[in-house]
């Protein structure tokens, strides 16, 4: 965007005679109505959100008390060049200290507290894996350099398994990348590629998680609240307990006009007409239906019935092809789930464990997360991180927080003899504390302190199964003149999927276009042609593969300075 475009567009016409309905309460939901607000000039008494479950974040959630228990499905890594997030979040007042606002608190505790790993990969029960090597060779490096290189046209439906050879999964590049960003080798090669054009930035960090910011609390303390707590002080309108079963969509004449709404709130059913000077937002698609809860003694179930936003995507595809082909993403539970769990300690034993292995003392609001640690030979492909001490803002200081999760939860266990998915929270427990090098003898202890809630995730990486571009409907197809897509599961060129970036800019986009405002989204961080950015990555391996990794690079490089004045500088 910069700031030539950081305006105020003037106020549409007749915009206090239109109404705006939000189908979903998660963060592209929530931006979407304070961009209607600040940008759209829109009162908020003229937005309704709806949400079928009782609590707005969608997959940012974050909940519990230390009696029973803190849970979170899962955080989202964060780094300073999200600028559509910044700039959502830097005009949210914080509901913590007066006068400052959301980015001010947030990009204030990162400064003073920067992120950094000392350990990221363990393996052999507690062996701390020193390497900053990404352990690539010539081959991989071509690979690579292809990858970057060619069209996502060229590659297709094409999965990660597919392009790279048998060799490149077993480097520690992919072990990183894997357990960064839950890749798994049958996820689309389309999406790696975009992950690496868009990070290519934070390349050298990779291995010690530099470069990456967090919140003071969980995601959703941290900004749903805040950003929550403005909407309703507009005077936005949230109705819980609400399923939107259909939407009645005319096609006439190449148009597209949702006409009506069709739902069933508190389990009564109701009808909203709506008109061609109406908006409607739907964040089609979802990585957090039909999640489930286990506890201490019971694991969680894997629940495939069809959810509301899977099966209202559904609906509506079946009206035109624009909508998108949401059978690509959903269609494969058992390529698509993974298993979470969140471990809710009070006292010393566990803390101490986990100190142990991130090199770092949990000081409350004074230790940054340290990143992921990834337990190599896990079966499960098993990782845990503490983020910043305490999580939840009702967090007694003797407690910690801890969030794991695995990659294969149809696999068993090294030390419990059951698949991952059929583990109770006290079962999981026990495959970490073995992995940390605990005696059976003396694990009882560390249980004794221990809350652990498991959560299975039906669609948590449905946003990476192989698609085309076709796939994914436009942001507002073609046609469409009061109609929207959110979220992870609409087409954005250049940008990546799972990521709170991409929720929030299809919501600036969807706002823009709809009210046909003069103001673009900010421009996707250019680091891919950035000759700086390269540099540095290329100097990133201080081993026998820099020169290799300097290769690809430069490879890179030449490809786009041929034909130029700069042609020569290689």
Known sequence: ?????????????????????????????????????????????????????????????????????????????????????????????????EGRTVLDEFKELNDIDPNYSNVRIISNRGEKYRSKSLGLDDKHSDELTKLLLVTEEELGRQTVEEYFSKSYLQTDMWLYWRSMFAFEVWHSVVEMKRYMHRFIHLLDGMSSM??????????????????????ESSGVKFRFDTRILDLDIEILDGEKIVKGIELEESGVLKHIQTTKNDLIFFTNGSMTENSTKGDMSTPPILDKSEGACWSLWKKIATKDSAFGNPEVFCSDIDKSKWESFTITAKGSKFRSLLESFAERKFLPHKTATGGIITIKDSSWLMSITVNRQPQFKNQPEDVIVAWAYGLFPDKKGDFIDKKMSDCSGEELLLELLYHLGIEPSVMSKYIDECKVIPVMMPYITSQFMPRVKSDRPKVVPDGCKNLAFLGQFVEIDGDCVFTVEYSVRSAMIAVYTLLNLEKE??????????????????????????????????????????????????
């Not at 955080?75 to 914080?94: A, K, N, T, V």
């Not at 967090?214 to 909407?231: G, V």
């Open 210 to 231: 530099r470069g990456l910011v967090f919140t003071k609390y969980n995601q959703y303390d941290s900004l749903i609240l805040p950003l929550k707590k403005k909407l």
């Open 1 to 97: 965007m910069g700031s030539y475009q950081n305006i105020h567009p003037r106020k549409p016409k007749d915009i206090e005679l239109k109404r705006a309905y939000i189908i979903g309460s998660g963060i592209a939901s929530l931006a979407t109505a304070e961009y209607l607000i600040r940008d759209g000039s829109m009162a908020g008494e003229q937005i309704t959100i709806f949400e079928e479950d009782l609590l707005a974040g969608g997959a940012m959630d974050g909940m519990g008390s230390a009696e029973d228990g803190f849970v979170a499905r899962g955080g989202r890594e964060m780094e300073e060049h999200y600028e559509c997030l910044w700039d959502l979040f830097s005009q949210i007042p914080s509901i913590e200290e």
């Open 521 to 570: 989204p900010p421009e996707i961080y250019p680091s891919q042609y950035d000759i700086r950015v390269l540099a540095k990555a290329s100097k990133a391996i201080k081993s026998e593969h820099e020169s290799i990794f300097r290769k690809l690079v430069e490879k890179i490089i030449k490809n786009r300075l041929k034909n130029t004045t700069l042609e020569g500088l290689f």
